[in-house]
């Protein structure tokens, strides 16, 4: 009947599967915002043509373990994570028929209250509804409190006080915005306030309701934030556990896994054949073979994830509730990837002229994230962009060899310049290919030495880059971890058949 009164616990964590998006953001939220609008439609084609017939109570049953451990994998993976209320588009139907709804109710509690004598059954139960509200704030400690509100809120006592004539419902609602003063966290102060300037009782109850709802909120957070310790030692186990039966329910669910651990596989042993001279005996392709070990073919697995094609390719399976985040990190390489070739570029035009000078690399970082705003996206041009990133760097390396006292460039030197950053854009551009292949052997090694205590040191050509780049290596280093701790058994379980097959084909092959 009433949309705004508060919800239970239940349907508030419910509902925040629906808002998580939302709640994900941080302060690199374009990015994420962008990669959630765009995202493709998960492929389920292969997956599909092999599954078995299953019962609508086995699917809902299914459903729901997959929520939950999706919800629990958000509180865990995210530190940001939130609960938010799900916001209505602005003109849907949807949001038309709940402000319809909304209005019909209170206009009803309106009429009741100005009729002569009153009728206060829908007021007493809106009043029922916020006692249980203030009441399940409470702590178990808070008995005094607890006393107060069930005394000063009696139903029973309330609707004779409303049938003899008594009930003074401005009294009862000077208590509740007390109670909830008293209650609410500090944050809230302010809605308080403002609830004490409002005079009229419907537009007063409608308030409180709304202000319960933000209370609701908040209490819901701080049971996130206090479980989340607790839940980071079991998480790794429950996500597991709800694999597991999700596996007993379709056995063939690892097929995208095992797929994608054989390519990681084949391109171990291709690099180690390629490593191998030409004149190596057995025992030198046995020791090519050794080196695919299970931890070498997951890192090269993960690394893969962020060369992702995510249009035409379903995601691996065990990794598919971070799909979102690894198309992220998958953008932010790709801008970080330019960004660094045009600044090499730029630096090698400009000799050593403006490499110490302070803030000129990252004017010229901004210049290219702001110009690269949506470059995932199909009508994204990216020789405008670069030729417009062109003209904005010639401009700031022009400002800045005046103001530090060197001769400005030429006509011809600009040209040069704008000509190699249009360049970029081509697949086959040796700086590009240089500065990325620098990136993923970066990420390789901070991903190999995530459990030792000195980390790898930023490739040459990437120190402009190396904060943000390490930034993104930290994030991706803490998913694969916590990944590999809840996945494990299955990894080893699939890499256990390829690597036996890989390292039989390697020492077979000097024999043939």
Same mark, same amino acid.
Request: net charge negative; aromatic share 6%; glycine share 6%.
């Given at each position: 009947?009433?949309?705004?009164?508060?919800?239970?616990?239940?349907?508030?964590?419910?509902?925040?599967?629906?808002? &998580?998006?939302?709640?994900?953001?941080?302060?690199? &939220?374009?990015?994420?915002?962008?990669?959630?609008?765009?995202?493709?439609?998960?492929?389920? =084609? @292969?997956?599909?043509?092999?599954?078995?017939?299953?019962?609508?109570?086995?699917?809902?049953?299914?459903?729901?373990?997959?929520?939950?451990?999706?919800?629990?994998?958000?509180?865990? /993976?995210?530190?940001?994570?939130?609960?938010?209320?799900?916001?209505?588009?602005?003109?849907?139907?949807?949001?038309?028929?709940?402000?319809?709804?909304?209005?019909?109710?209170?206009?009803?509690?309106?009429?009741?209250?100005?009729?002569?004598?009153?009728?206060?059954?829908?007021?007493?139960?809106?009043?029922?509804?916020?006692?249980?509200?203030?009441?399940?704030?409470?702590?178990?400690?808070?008995?005094?409190?607890?006393?107060?509100?069930?005394?000063?809120?009696?139903?029973?006592?309330?609707?004779?006080?409303?049938?003899?004539?008594?009930?003074?419902?401005?009294?009862?609602?000077?208590?509740?915005?007390?109670? #909830?003063?008293?209650?609410?966290?500090?944050?809230?102060?302010?809605?308080?306030?403002?609830?004490?300037?409002?005079?009229?009782?419907?537009?007063?109850?409608?308030?409180?309701?709304?202000?319960?709802?933000?209370?609701?909120? @908040? #209490?819901?957070?701080?049971?996130?934030?206090?479980?989340?310790?607790?839940?980071?030692? &079991?998480?790794?186990?429950?996500?597991?556990?709800?694999?597991?039966?999700?596996?007993?329910?379709?056995?063939?669910?690892?097929?995208?896994?095992?797929?994608?651990?054989? *390519?990681?596989?084949?391109?171990?042993?291709?690099?180690? $054949?390629?490593?191998?001279?030409?004149?190596?005996?057995?025992?030198?392709?046995? =020791?090519?073979?050794?080196?695919?070990?299970?931890?070498?073919?997951?890192?090269?697995?993960?690394?893969?994830?962020?060369?992702? @094609?995510?249009?035409?390719?379903?995601?691996?399976?065990?990794?598919?509730?971070?799909?979102?985040?690894?198309? *992220?990190?998958?953008?932010?390489?790709?801008?970080?990837?330019?960004?660094?070739?045009?600044?090499?570029?730029?630096?090698?035009?400009?000799?050593?002229?403006?490499?110490?000078?302070?803030?000129?690399?990252?004017?010229?970082?901004?210049?290219?994230?702001?110009?690269?705003?949506?470059?995932?996206?199909?009508?994204?041009?990216?020789?405008?962009?670069?030729?417009?990133?062109?003209?904005?760097? $010639?401009?700031?390396?022009?400002?800045?060899?005046? &103001?530090?006292?060197?001769?400005?460039?030429?006509?011809?030197?600009?040209?040069?310049?704008?000509?190699?950053?249009?360049?970029?854009?081509?697949?086959?551009?040796?700086? $590009?290919?240089?500065? @990325?292949?620098?990136?993923?052997?970066?990420?390789?090694?901070?991903?190999?030495?995530?459990?030792?205590?000195?980390?790898?040191?930023?490739?040459?050509?990437? =120190?402009?880059?190396?904060?943000?780049?390490?930034?993104?290596?930290?994030?991706?280093?803490?998913? /694969?971890?916590?990944?590999?701790?809840?996945?494990?058994?299955?990894?080893?379980?699939?890499?256990?058949?390829?690597?036996?097959?890989?390292?039989?084909?390697?020492?077979?092959?000097?024999?043939?």
């Amino acid at each position: 009947q009433n949309s705004d009164k508060p919800h239970s616990g239940e349907d508030k964590l419910s509902g925040s599967e629906d808002g &998580q998006e939302e709640s994900l953001d941080n302060p690199d &939220q374009s990015i994420r915002k962008r990669v959630r609008q765009n995202a493709p439609v998960s492929h389920g =084609g @292969d997956t599909l043509k092999s599954l078995r017939p299953v019962s609508i109570e086995e699917l809902m049953e299914t459903a729901k373990g997959v929520t939950n451990m999706a919800l629990a994998h958000e509180i865990v /993976v995210n530190g940001d994570f939130q609960i938010k209320p799900a916001e209505l588009p602005e003109h849907s139907l949807e949001k038309k028929v709940r402000d319809i709804v909304h209005k019909a109710f209170w206009d009803c509690l309106e009429a009741q209250l100005k009729e002569d004598p009153p009728t206060y059954d829908h007021a007493i139960k809106l009043l029922g509804e916020i006692k249980e509200n203030l009441l399940s704030f409470l702590l178990p400690g808070h008995t005094r409190l607890r006393s107060q509100i069930t005394e000063v809120l009696d139903l029973d006592l309330i609707k004779q006080e409303a049938e003899n004539g008594a009930l003074d419902i401005s009294k009862l609602v000077e208590f509740v915005i007390g109670m #909830m003063g008293t209650l609410c966290a500090p944050a809230r102060d302010e809605e308080i306030k403002k609830l004490k300037d409002i005079h009229e009782i419907v537009p007063l109850f409608r308030a409180i309701f709304s202000v319960l709802d933000l209370m609701k909120m @908040d #209490m819901a957070n701080f049971a996130v934030s206090s479980i989340r310790p607790k839940l980071m030692q &079991q998480s790794a186990e429950y996500e597991r556990r709800k694999f597991q039966e999700f596996l007993e329910k379709q056995p063939n669910s690892l097929d995208l896994v095992t797929k994608w651990l054989q *390519e990681a596989a084949d391109d171990l042993a291709k690099l180690s $054949c390629k490593m191998l001279p030409p004149h190596c005996s057995s025992d030198g392709a046995t =020791g090519g073979a050794s080196a695919l070990c299970s931890t070498a073919v997951q890192n090269q697995a993960y690394l893969k994830l962020l060369k992702w @094609d995510h249009v035409n390719r379903p995601f691996p399976e065990v990794v598919l509730m971070d799909q979102t985040r690894f198309q *992220e990190m998958q953008l932010e390489l790709e801008q970080l990837l330019l960004a660094g070739t045009i600044l090499l570029i730029t630096f090698s035009a400009a000799g050593s002229a403006l490499v110490d000078v302070p803030g000129f690399a990252e004017k010229i970082k901004t210049i290219v994230k702001v110009l690269l705003t949506g470059i995932h996206l199909p009508s994204f041009n990216l020789q405008e962009a670069l030729a417009t990133i062109g003209e904005k760097v $010639c401009a700031e390396v022009n400002s800045c060899l005046s &103001q530090h006292g060197f001769t400005p460039f030429s006509a011809q030197r600009e040209t040069v310049l704008k000509g190699q950053i249009q360049a970029v854009a081509s697949p086959d551009n040796t700086i $590009c290919k240089l500065i @990325d292949s620098r990136i993923q052997k970066f990420l390789e090694n901070y991903l190999a030495s995530s459990h030792q205590k000195s980390l790898p040191a930023v490739p040459g050509g990437l =120190g402009p880059i190396q904060r943000e780049l390490e930034e993104i290596a930290v994030k991706f280093v803490r998913l /694969v971890n916590y990944n590999k701790m809840v996945f494990s058994p299955y990894y080893d379980a699939v890499l256990g058949k390829i690597l036996t097959k890989e390292e039989s084909q390697l020492v077979g092959k000097p024999e043939e």
